[in-house]
């Protein structure tokens, strides 16, 4: 089947984001709708640190690092880099089964995805 771009419909992807792959947040409702406490996207792999932005539901998570103090590097849109708390991001294939994503730099410089099934 043919993958399904995810942005707005004049960006094209120009190339995978090397190192790293799709994960995607899985955490109970209770946490997901805490729209006062999102799951953040940190400044450094520890508890308190300050918070970037919330994490992207469906995150770039580097396969060069290894998880630090329960956090695993991601990033925003805009490839600043970040630390997720590992305990809420799951593999995107096991919370999406039969479903593939690959993160990509697109057109305009930002991050994207390419979804497939």
Request: with cysteine; charged share 15%; glycine share 8%.
């Amino acid at each position: 089947m043919t993958p399904v771009i995810v942005m707005a419909a004049e960006h094209k992807p120009i190339k995978p984001v090397s190192g790293y792959v799709c994960m995607a947040l899985d955490a109970p409702d209770s946490v997901m709708m805490n729209f006062d406490h999102p799951i953040p996207l940190q400044t450094e792999p520890r508890d308190g640190a300050p918070m970037i932005a919330p994490a992207l539901g469906v995150l770039p998570v580097t396969t060069n690092v290894p998880e630090t103090n329960g956090y695993v590097q991601s990033m925003n849109l805009a490839f600043k880099t970040g630390w997720v708390p590992a305990k809420y991001v799951k593999p995107y294939a096991k919370v999406h089964p039969g479903n593939t994503c690959t993160p990509y730099v697109m057109d305009d410089g930002k991050l994207g995805f390419i979804f497939g099934h």
